[in-house]
C-alpha cells in the first residue's frame, strides 16, 4: 500500500510569484485535504476535495486554489505570493468526503518565500 | 466560532511518569474528534478517532477519551520515544466540511 506523497519536498519562491504543489493519495482514498502549517502552530485548513469537487473550505483567500484529478491525485496552487505564505503545506488522503474519516498526512513541501 | 484549544503548550515528564493532554472544542455539527503525533519535519501520523461522548480509545501506553465539550489523551509510564508533539482536531459540518486543528502540545520525555 502506497502512502500520500507531496512534491517538491523544498521550495525557495520570490514575492508575487505564483506555485503548484503536488499531492498522491494513499491508494483507495478519494478525498484529498491541504493545510499550512507555521512554525509552532499547528495546520490550518485550507480547503477539500471530493471526488473531484472542493466541498470544503477554511479561511483563506482566493488566491489559494485546487484541483483533484480523476485518479485522485491533486494540486496546490498559489497565486501572488506574499511572505507570510511561507510554510509547511501538508497534504492529507481519507476514504470519503463525508466526515468521520481519519486522514493520512504525506511528509509536507516545505514553501520559503523571499 | 468553531474552535480547538489544546493545554498545555509543553509538558516535560520524566520516564515512567504518567499524565494527560487537554483538548477542549466548540464546534457545531462534530462528525469527529481525531489524535495525532508528529515529530520534527514530517507530517502528522494518525492515533485514534472518537465519535460520541464517553467513548474511549487505547493504543500501547495511550488513551484518548472523549466529552461532549473536551478530550483527553492519557500517556501511562512513557518512554523517551513518546516526545513529539500530539496535535488534536475536530471535523465539524457547516454546510461544507471542514476540520480545525489545535496549536498541540510538545511532550517532553526524559529518560
Known amino acids: 500500500e502506497t502512502g500520500v506523497t507531496q512534491s517538491p519536498t523544498h521550495l525557495i519562491k520570490t514575492r508575487g510569484q505564483q506555485v503548484t504543489l503536488r499531492c498522491s493519495s494513499q491508494?483507495?482514498?478519494?478525498?484529498v485535504s491541504w493545510y499550512q502549517q507555521a512554525l509552532g502552530q499547528g495546520p490550518q485548513f485550507i480547503f477539500q476535495y471530493y471526488r473531484e469537487e472542493e466541498n470544503g473550505r477554511g479561511n483563506f483567500p482566493p488566491r489559494f486554489s485546487g484541483l483533484q484529478f480523476p485518479n485522485y491525485s491533486s494540486e496546490l496552487n498559489v497565486n501572488a505570493l506574499e511572505l507570510d505564505d511561507s510554510a509547511l503545506y501538508l497534504c492529507?488522503?481519507?476514504?470519503?468526503?463525508?466526515?468521520?474519516?481519519?486522514?493520512?498526512f504525506g511528509p509536507g513541501t516545505r514553501l520559503t518565500v523571499t | 466560532e468553531d474552535q480547538v484549544t489544546q493545554s498545555p503548550e509543553a509538558l516535560r515528564l520524566q520516564e515512567g511518569e504518567s499524565s494527560s493532554l487537554n483538548c477542549s472544542y466548540t464546534?457545531?455539527?462534530?462528525?469527529?474528534l481525531f489524535w495525532y503525533r508528529q515529530d520534527p519535519g514530517k507530517g502528522p501520523e494518525f492515533l485514534f478517532t472518537l465519535y460520541s461522548a464517553g467513548e474511549e480509545k487505547e493504543k500501547e501506553r495511550l488513551k484518548a477519551t472523549l466529552t461532549k465539550k473536551e478530550s483527553f489523551l492519557h500517556i501511562t509510564a512513557p518512554k523517551p520515544e513518546d516526545s513529539a508533539t500530539y496535535l488534536c482536531?475536530?471535523?465539524?459540518?457547516?454546510?461544507?466540511?471542514?476540520?480545525?486543528f489545535g496549536a498541540g502540545t510538545r511532550l517532553f520525555v526524559k529518560a
Open positions: 464546534v457545531s455539527g462534530l462528525r469527529g
Open positions: 482536531a475536530v471535523q465539524a459540518d457547516t454546510g461544507g466540511f471542514k476540520t480545525i
Open positions: 491508494s483507495g482514498h478519494n478525498t
Open positions: 492529507a488522503s481519507s476514504l470519503s468526503g463525508t466526515g468521520g474519516y481519519e486522514q493520512y
